[in-house]
């Protein structure tokens, strides 16, 4: 799998932007399902040349979404979808996403 596969967009919400702009820069994305640690670790470093010294990884569950139509209600969920919280070397920052 290549980086470009394995990142798939940065997670951008207040709860994210604010870790990312605390001392530790813990940077949030949305990663693919198949991905592991090593492998988000590794395409950090080749997409963005900056050193991850940590990765944390959660599964995202769907939530609840209902429709109503003509015939009645549809009930149904959004998609499941992995998270990954990185964290980058002191001094190091991602200006992709910094905007700067």
């Known amino acids: 799998m290549r980086a470009d596969q394995i990142i798939i967009e940065p997670v951008l919400t207040e709860k994210s932007n604010l870790a ?4 530790a820069k813990k940077y949030t994305f949305k990663v693919h399902m198949d991905a592991n640690k090593f492998m988000i670790m590794d395409a950090i470093k080749e997409l963005f040349n900056v050193k991850a010294t940590k ?4 599964i995202m ?3 609840p979404k209902f429709t109503r ?4 209600h549809i009930a149904g969920t959004t998609g ?3 998270k990954a919280v990185v964290t980058l070397e002191k001094g190091q920052s991602i200006q992709a996403i910094e905007g700067v």
Request: proline share 0%; charged share 45%; net charge positive.
């Open 69 to 72: 139509t003509k015939s009645g």
């Open 61 to 63: 569950k769907g939530k």
């Open 20 to 23: 990312r702009e605390a001392e």
């Open 80 to 82: 499941d979808w992995k």
């Open 55 to 58: 990765c944390n990884v959660m």
